[in-house]
């Protein structure tokens, strides 16, 4: 299994650009999110999706879209970029939570955005 | 809301001594659970170990373990023996329990922990 997946790993924006970040992953985890991570602030929580069709806003929603077609990928986009939105971005993803239990999530490698 | 606090943003140890990293959190929820990321210098995340707030047994794996006091809020690791492939941010994370949002993870904001050969 390659796990979870995220591509590219470094991009450089101009402000009002727009991009996606892609994520997949092959594990047929239901539960997939959003992370971005800035210095001193730890990794908080943009969109996450709990099966195929379905997502919703996380701690930091604004200034991304999402949408989950497959349940293998949940792909980022981000409409209008700005120089608040140079950070580190994570793709997770872990088995279903409605089953319960301490199910890890796990991460991609990361993408390092930087906006101009 | 929930909230995660580490209150240690930088540690260090000596190579081979052990090293205790804070973490509290804040919840009403009675059932829970509690983890620690390791994310080193290569930026990938990864899973340290993990608690279940029902379990009155602290974790452990290998040299790693945690004090978990439910009643305090607090969920500290203990690194034993450290190397120094251990240096490395550390991240405590909350999760609710089961059912739709609750999956999401809730990170404190990490402690940089350094090992001195």
């Known amino acids: 299994n390659a796990g979870v997946t995220q591509t590219p790993k470094f991009q450089v924006l101009k402000t009002g650009q727009s991009m996606t970040l892609q994520c997949a992953q092959d594990m047929n985890h239901e539960y997939m999110s959003w992370y971005r991570q800035d210095p001193g602030m730890g990794l908080r929580l943009i969109h996450y999706?709990?099966?195929?069709?379905?997502?919703d806003q996380g701690e930091v929603p604004n200034g991304y879209n999402v949408s989950r077609s497959t349940t293998e990928d949940f792909p980022l986009r981000l409409l209008s970029a700005a120089p608040s939105q140079t950070s580190v971005y994570f793709c997770a993803s872990s088995y279903s939570v409605s089953a319960g239990g301490p199910w890890e999530q796990f991460f991609g490698p990361g993408t390092r955005l930087t906006v101009l | 809301a929930q909230t995660v606090t580490q209150s240690q943003p930088e540690m260090s140890v000596q190579e081979a001594e052990t090293v205790t990293l804070s973490c509290t959190y804040d919840t009403s929820e009675s059932d829970y659970y509690l983890f620690w990321y390791k994310q080193p210098p290569s930026r990938q995340m990864i899973l340290v170990i993990r608690?279940?707030?029902?379990?009155?047994q602290n974790a452990t794996e290998n040299r790693f373990s945690v004090n978990f006091q439910k009643a305090a809020k607090s969920f500290s690791l203990k690194i034993s023996d450290s190397q120094l492939g251990d240096a490395a941010m550390y991240f405590c994370?909350?999760?609710?329990?089961?059912?739709?949002?609750?999956?999401?993870?809730?990170f404190g904001k990490g402690t940089k922990l350094s090992v001195k050969p």
């Open positions: 608690q279940e707030a029902y379990k009155q």
């Open positions: 994370a909350y999760r609710p329990p089961s059912g739709g949002s609750q999956g999401n993870l809730i």
């Open positions: 999706s709990v099966g195929a069709g379905i997502t």
